[in-house]
């Protein structure tokens, strides 16, 4: 694993990150507002994470997940993306309190 694939992973997991943050401001699922005070997307992998999470400090978003298990690189699926999406922006909903890592 090089450094070529670190970058083509955190490219293609800022990408499906737009594309499910987009999908649910669409839906009116989740107000754009919650991202716009962001301005900065880090992808960090999250060893012993059992879903996507996400969390925030100052203006940037961290998008968490195990991207490295066993020695290859995965990106979540498009719905586990959104789960944790719903969840950082609405932690009280009954599902969301259901998640642990």
Same mark, same amino acid.
């Given at each position: ?5 670190? @970058?083509?992973? *955190? ?6 990150? *737009?594309?499910?943050? =987009?999908?649910?401001? =669409? ?11 962001? +301005? *900065? $997307?880090?992808?960090? +992998?999250?060893?012993?994470?059992? @879903?996507?999470?996400? !969390? +925030?400090?100052? #203006?940037? $978003? !961290?998008?968490? !997940?195990?991207?490295? @298990? &066993?020695? =290859?690189?995965? $990106? ?5 993306? *959104? @789960? ?7 932690? #009280?909903? #009954?599902?969301?309190? $259901? #998640? &642990?890592?």
């Amino acid at each position: 694993m090089g450094r070529g694939d670190l @970058e083509r992973l *955190r490219r293609q997991a800022g990408d499906r990150f *737009r594309i499910a943050a =987009s999908r649910l401001c =669409s839906q009116g699922a989740i107000s754009a507002a919650t991202f716009r005070r962001y +301005n *900065r $997307l880090i992808v960090q +992998n999250g060893a012993g994470a059992t @879903e996507v999470g996400f !969390y +925030n400090q100052g #203006r940037a $978003l !961290y998008f968490q !997940y195990v991207f490295t @298990e &066993g020695g =290859s690189l995965a $990106l979540p699926d498009a719905a586990d993306i *959104r @789960e944790g999406l719903r969840c950082f922006a609405s932690p #009280r909903r #009954r599902d969301c309190s $259901l #998640r &642990g890592d």
